[in-house]
Antibody, heavy 114, light 112 residues
Framework: EVQLVESGGGLVQPGRSLKLSCAAS????????MAWVRQAPKKGLEWVAT????????YYPDSVKGRFTISRDNAKSSLYLQMNSLKSEDTATYYC???????WGQGASVTVSS | DVVLTQTPPTLSATIGQSVSISCRSS???????????LNWLLQRPGQSPQLLIY???NLESGVPNRFSGSGSETDFTLKISGVEAEDLGVYYC?????????FGSGTKLEIK
């Protein structure tokens, strides 16, 4: 069974940093592009980042480019999202997903507030 | 960025009724490789999204065949032939043809 389990969410002050992790199991992690997608409270879905199988290529929308960094450790079947210079508008549930969107984690809640 | 406009924003249906959701794109989603990367997802209340349809009309494994997708270029439709109680939630279209990947604003399906 494919499983994606996020961790690392929480309350953080504006301007500070936070790192999310996603542990994958049930499939060959290194064969898949992976992504992060977020959902602000009561809002729709927003793609945040994608990483290639090897980790050599990463992609971001303008809203997070330069502040967020996606990375992976294929040996540990783990995906990460380093979030720097956080803003209140980054408050959301962050989902780890396969880039094809055919598998999703349960989400990690991030609240950016003073 | 590609804007996906979903209509209607909300939909109320009785069990057994057939319904359709429209997704219109601001640009053609036909990729240079010949594929059209338009997917449909369902987010049930309190749950993570799940993939229903990929590449316009392909049913994801395990998804009931009462769900079907159609369309081309800029106009796409998700049809549910015989709504069941478990179908309530918010339906999103999303495109992966053009960067950045974008989602529609969602259509909330309520059961009467």
């Amino acid at each position: 069974e494919v499983q994606l389990v996020e961790s690392g969410g929480g309350l953080v002050q504006p301007g500070r940093s936070l790192k999310l992790s996603c542990a994958a199991s049930g499939f060959t992690f290194s064969n898949y592009y992976m992504a992060w997608v977020r959902q602000a409270p009561k809002k729709g879905l927003e793609w945040v980042a994608t990483i290639s199988t090897s980790g050599s290529r990463t992609y971001y929308p303008d809203s997070v480019k330069g502040r967020f960094t996606i990375s992976r450790d294929n040996a540990k079947s783990s995906l990460y999202l380093q979030m720097n210079s956080l803003k209140s508008e980054d408050t959301a549930t962050y989902y780890c997903a396969r880039h094809e969107m055919d598998a999703w984690g349960q989400g990690a809640s991030v609240t950016v507030s003073s | 960025d590609v804007v996906l406009t979903q209509t209607p924003p909300t939909l109320s249906a009785t069990i057994g009724q057939s319904v359709s959701i429209s997704c219109r794109s601001s640009q053609s989603l036909l990729d240079s490789d010949g594929d059209t990367y338009l997917n449909w997802l369902l987010q049930r209340p309190g749950q993570s999204p799940q993939l229903l349809i990929y590449s316009v009309s392909n049913l994801e494994s395990g998804v009931p065949n009462r769900f079907s997708g159609s369309g081309s270029e800029t106009d796409f439709t998700l049809k549910i032939s015989g709504v069941e109680a478990e179908d309530l939630g918010v339906y999103y279209c999303m495109q992966a043809t053009h960067a950045p990947l974008t989602f529609g604003s969602g259509t909330k399906l309520e059961i009467k």
